[in-house]
């Protein structure tokens, strides 16, 4: 059968379960933007099944959580929450729990459910999405439950084509390539998301076109590591080549892309930004450390060095850029002296934003079987050192922002305060008085007030 065939079986199946009023899913989605974007893959198949979409667990026939794996404390939380679904499904017997996402495509969590989580229906990794009907209907007509993972073909390829459901009107996820070959030795993904695999730029350009004409506003390219975009296509194109492209479509838009990688972040894309019509002055391009020692023990494949070269040379060419990095504090054997150079790193640069995180061990990497003497106080210690000399940093980019109009997507109301809340292109959030008819359209806003990462302003 084909998975159109098992989604029209699911839809008459649920149809009947929910006695005639449409059948509801909850879809939680933990994680990266990744992560998000298959959520919207999953909510477009279960739309086309029928099924509407609630937050409320008690209104749901169908709870799916989207998994994240990338640290611990993603995983417990996950847990956690699943743990909490017992009492729902004891009052809604005919309830159907499913988890799927990063966590499940790991051997022991697998398990972990099946012993653990008895009242879980249906388990399936990030490699078979597009089989979701399917894998419904076994779940609703055999009285087994459900696990399911990618073998080794599907790891590999990439389905087009699957529906989609968005839930922003004006921001919008175009996945460009996925997994991650890297093998960063402290990450879990290029286990959990598997080898690199790139989409045609075709197939880009018109999920991106059509985009652009359903009047999305802020589009973000997406991949584990977005430089090396089309490594592996027969095609001749390489990220800059594939911005170049997509900044050619005519409309009122911005371009971002995450993440991107160090090692092969180059000129070729700096200058690619500098030229762009639309692609934002923003580049998350994350280090992890600044001490050459630790990016070698990471597998990060740069030194410190080559790493402030490619700043030097992106503030040169684009004076308004704004940078934002990932940072881990306390990798194994880190010493505090080594954690000094990434504060020295982050005053050097001036990060508009940082993400920082405290390292966390993942089953099956390297840097989990390495020595790791630091007690967890004193890396939430530095921590907090890292997170205090950031905030000093970001306040000063704002403050020096003071004065100059930006251009700002505007995103919301503040229901208490009713000023608008927006976006710089530089991705700064900017709070101001105006008609809610302007969210969703571009505003040139003046600054007028910085607090800390937050600016403030009038309508120019
Ligand atoms: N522990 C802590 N942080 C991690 N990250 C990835 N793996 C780990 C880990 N094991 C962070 C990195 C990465 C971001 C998405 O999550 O900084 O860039
Ligand atoms: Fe993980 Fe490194 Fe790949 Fe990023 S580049 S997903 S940190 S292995």
Known sequence: ????????????????????????????????????????????????????????????DFILFNTCAVR??????????????????????????????????????????????????????????????????????????????????????????LPIHRD?????????????????????????RGRERSRSSQAILEEFTGLVRAGYKDITLLGQNVNSYGKHLQEDVNFAKLLRMLDEVEGNYRIRFMTSHPKDATRELIDTIAAGKHISHHLHLPFQS???????????????????????????????????????????GETYEEFLDTVDL????????LYTFIYSPRVGTRAAKMEDPVPAEEKSKWFQELCAEQEKIAARRCASMIGTVQRVLVEEQNAKTGLLAGRTDGNIVVDFPGAPALIGTFADVNITEARNWILKGVLA
């Open 1 to 60: 059968m084909t998975q159109t065939q098992y989604m029209e079986d699911v839809a008459q199946i649920m149809a009947i379960r929910a006695r005639g009023s449409r059948p509801m899913a909850l879809v939680r989605t933990y994680g990266c933007q990744q992560n998000v974007a298959d959520g919207e893959k999953i909510k477009g198949q279960l739309e086309q099944m029928g099924f509407g979409f609630t937050e409320e667990e008690e209104e749901a």
């Open 72 to 161: 611990e404390h993603a995983e417990d939380r996950v847990f956690g929450n699943v743990g909490a679904l017992k009492n729902v499904k004891r009052r809604h017997p005919s309830l159907l729990v499913a988890l799927c996402g990063c966590m499940m495509e790991q051997e022991h969590v697998a398990e972990r459910i099946k012993k653990s989580f008895p009242y879980v229906n249906l388990v399936f990794g990030t490699h078979v999405i597009h089989k979701l009907p399917e894998l419904l209907f076994r779940t609703l007509t055999d009285s087994r439950r459900v696990f399911e993972r990618g073998d080794d073909s599907e790891d590999k390829q990439i389905v087009e084509g």
């Open 168 to 192: 922003g009107t004006f921001r919008a996820w175009c996945t460009v390539m996925y997994g991650c070959d890297n093998f960063c030795s402290y990450c879990v993904v290029p286990y959990v």
């Open 290 to 332: 600044g001490n050459n020692r630790v990016l070698k023990e990471m597998n990060r494949g740069y030194t410190r060095e080559k790493y402030l070269d490619l700043i030097r040379y992106a503030k040169e060419q684009i004076p308004d850029l704004s940078l934002t990095s990932d940072i881990i504090v306390g990798f194994p």
């Open 346 to 353: 982050i005053r050097q640069v001036e990060f508009t934003s």
